[in-house]
């Protein structure tokens, strides 16, 4: 199971977004994406869906285009979690869970007790069934956030694509979204996921791919590729780090300036 | 244990509403067939049935049953086509006149009226023009290549706004003596002219429409998703979409050509039953169903009974309608969506 990117080219009118992107993501790896606002993150994580086109290059999953599968197949390979879910209507956990079990039941026919049984492990997976009558908009963001990571386990997909997992997220249900994205990945899913935090992105992630104006300008082991020069660079601002028991710290030194 | 007794307690007070909501019909349906300028006792309906020939009979057979199925058909229709547009456009406050259907069919309608054509001729210019006009809605989103949610509500804006204004011009060509009054009556909507061809005409597609609406609750559910969510999911966001507007937008241009303009309850029945039922889609389209018969059935009879003429059955809704709003929006606001 793998997700192969090579040479996407994306156009936004006559600007470049992404220009010659290469990535690559097989199971059991978590490939953290960073980059600055605008570099391109969420049009590469749109591409690697299929939601978008790229102008140049292909995406191939499981060595065949991703074009040449059908939307509900890709569906059941590979799901994405967004960063939020707009939710007019009071829908509890699990009728939003349920929704993951789409690519599997189709639309026409009422859940079997396979998908109720799918339902009930993702919720299981993520200790959020005690919540499963809940309305899914009286929950904290950091239960929303599982629940739709929920959702995509739901879908039985091995590839989970992340829309900044960790934004709007309090300290400690970031450190505990980290741990259970580390125990996915144990469990042999591939996880990509963009991120603003260069620090979790060590601690969380076995890759790190550093996205500057469209193009690949890092992909590597993340402590390799995300260090204090490099930061400092990437960002635009004045920091290094120090390393204290196998973690990273990122300092800011205002009184320097960025080289 | 909460987790293991809840479903079931749940799908208990599911069977237990739905019920419940069937008898209040059923009885709403009694009373409408009793009521009215020649009361009937329940016993005298039902001899009725068993009778045609009496004058009784002719009331309740002929004058009374057709118009009872008629609002109950109707009240179904508009509510599910209410929730069905509520569920497609992600938002809980919506009309089914959102796209224009009620603009193009009152244009439709009036257009037939001053051509002096004879009244199915009127009816079936209502429900195309309503059509044509959530047709040009769609087909203006797609024109400037916006066809998500946003593009077809302005689409629906505008073709609205043509056709409102194709409106007020045949309104002012109108002969303000005999024309006019007709319109201005026909667009305040009313059941007093429903008589059994009608229903012969639209029941059985009416019946097929709101059927298939309740049917397609996991559908609507998939589609209240963000349009990238959706299409990750592998559902064909675009064409699902434009499947179940023409079929809610078929079932509203129906309803307008037998009934004229019957404001409020696409808006709030769907509310309401999501009150009861939550926000699952595969319960909120039969419940508004059940509870947009029960409403207008309900509201019909009002109509008729209330005074010795006949208030136009679009005013009633249109002022219990406002009034009930009031407790909706109170409601909102209190539950902070």
């Given at each position: 199971m793998s997700l192969v990117a090579q040479g996407i080219a994306f156009r936004h009118g006559e600007r470049m977004v992404l220009d010659g992107v290469n990535l690559r993501l097989d199971a059991g790896e978590v490939v953290a994406l960073l980059g600055i606002n605008g570099a391109g993150k969420s049009t590469l994580l749109r591409i690697l869906l299929g939601l978008l086109t790229p102008v140049a290059g292909t995406v191939t999953l499981d060595d065949r285009p991703l074009a040449a599968w059908r939307r509900r197949a890709v569906a059941r390979r590979m799901a994405y979690v967004p960063q939020g879910h707009a939710a007019p209507f009071p829908f509890t956990v699990n009728q939003v869970v349920a929704l993951g079990r789409i690519p599997q039941a189709g639309l026409g026919r009422r859940l079997s007790a396979d998908d109720a049984h799918a339902i009930?492990?993702?919720?299981?997976?993520?200790?959020?069934?005690?919540?499963?009558?809940?309305?899914?908009?009286?929950?904290?963001?950091?239960?929303?956030?599982?629940?739709?990571?929920?959702?995509?386990?739901?879908?039985?997909?091995?590839?989970?694509?992340?829309d900044e997992p960790l934004t709007g997220l309090d300290f400690g249900h970031q450190l505990?979204?980290?741990?259970?994205?580390?125990?996915?990945?144990?469990?042999?899913?591939?996880?990509?996921?963009?991120?603003?935090?260069?620090?979790?992105?060590?601690?969380?992630?076995?890759?790190?791919v550093?996205?500057?104006?469209?193009?690949?300008?890092?992909?590597?082991?993340?402590?390799?590729?995300?260090?204090?020069?490099?930061?400092?660079?990437?960002?635009?601002?004045?920091?290094?780090?120090?390393?204290?028991?196998?973690?990273?710290?990122?300092?800011?030194?205002?009184?320097?300036?960025?080289? | 244990m909460t987790s293991i007794r809840s479903p079931a307690r749940g799908a208990g007070r599911t069977v237990a509403l739905f019920s419940g909501a069937a008898l209040v019909l059923v009885l709403a349906i009694g009373m409408a067939l009793c009521v009215g300028r020649f009361p009937l006792s329940p016993a005298a309906v039902w001899h009725?049935?068993?009778?045609?020939?009496?004058?009784?009979?002719?009331?309740?057979?002929?004058?009374?049953?057709?118009?009872?199925?008629?609002?109950?058909?109707?009240?179904?229709?508009?509510?599910?086509?209410?929730?069905?547009?509520?569920?497609?456009?992600?938002?809980?406050?919506?009309?089914?006149?959102?796209?224009?259907?009620?603009?193009?069919?009152?244009?439709?309608?009036?257009?037939?009226?001053?051509?002096?054509v004879n009244p199915v001729v009127i009816q079936l210019l209502a429900f195309a023009m309503g059509l044509a006009a959530v047709g040009l809605g769609l087909f203006i989103a797609h024109a400037v290549g916006s066809p998500g949610v946003l593009g077809l509500v302005l689409g629906g804006v505008i073709s609205s706004a043509l056709f409102a204004s194709a409106l007020s011009l045949v309104k002012y060509m109108a002969d303000p003596l005999s024309q006019l009054p007709t319109i201005v009556y026909w667009l305040l909507g009313s059941l007093a002219q429903v008589g059994w061809t009608d229903l012969q005409r639209f029941g059985v597609a009416l019946l097929a429409g709101v059927a298939l609406l309740c049917a397609s609750g996991r559908i609507l559910?998939?589609?209240?998703?963000?349009?990238?969510?959706?299409?990750?999911?592998?559902?064909?966001?675009?064409q699902v979409r434009l499947i179940t507007i023409v079929l809610a937008t078929l079932v509203s241009a129906m309803t307008v050509s037998v009934a004229?303009?019957?404001?409020?309850?696409?808006?709030?029945?769907?509310?309401?039953?999501?009150?009861?039922?939550?926000?699952?889609?595969?319960?909120?389209?039969?419940?508004?169903?059940?509870m947009g018969a029960i409403v207008l059935v309900a509201a019909d009879t009002f109509a008729r009974t209330v005074s010795a003429g006949e208030i136009p059955l679009g005013v009633v809704t249109e002022l219990f309608g406002a009034l009930a709003f009031l407790l909706v929006l109170r409601r909102l606001r209190r539950s902070g969506l």
């Open positions: 009930a492990r993702s919720l299981e997976r993520l200790h959020i069934a005690p919540l499963a009558n809940r309305v899914y908009t009286e929950l904290s963001g950091g239960e929303r956030q599982r629940v739709l990571l929920a959702r995509a386990l739901a879908q039985d997909a091995s590839i989970l694509l992340m505990r979204m980290i741990e259970l994205i580390r125990g996915l990945a144990r469990d042999g899913y591939a996880v990509l996921h963009t991120t603003h935090r260069p620090d979790d992105a060590v601690q969380g992630s076995t890759r790190a550093l996205l500057e104006r469209g193009r690949v300008v890092a992909d590597g082991v993340p402590r390799e590729v995300i260090h204090g020069e490099s930061m400092a660079a990437f960002y635009g601002v004045a920091l290094d780090h120090v390393d204290i028991d196998q973690q990273r710290f990122f300092r800011y030194l205002p009184d320097r300036h960025p080289r | 009725a049935f068993a009778d045609t020939s009496t004058l009784a009979g002719t009331v309740v057979l002929d004058a009374r049953l057709p118009r009872v199925l008629a609002a109950v058909l109707i009240g179904a229709a508009l509510s599910t086509a209410g929730a069905t547009f509520q569920a497609v456009f992600r938002n809980p406050l919506l009309s089914p006149d959102l796209l224009g259907v009620l603009s193009g069919a009152a244009f439709g309608a009036a257009a037939g009226i001053v051509l002096g559910d998939a589609l209240t998703l963000a349009d990238d969510e959706a299409r990750s999911l592998g559902i064909p966001v675009t004229g303009m019957i404001g409020w309850i696409g808006l709030l029945v769907p509310h309401v039953a999501r009150q009861l039922m939550g926000a699952g889609n595969a319960r909120v389209l039969p419940m508004s169903a059940l």
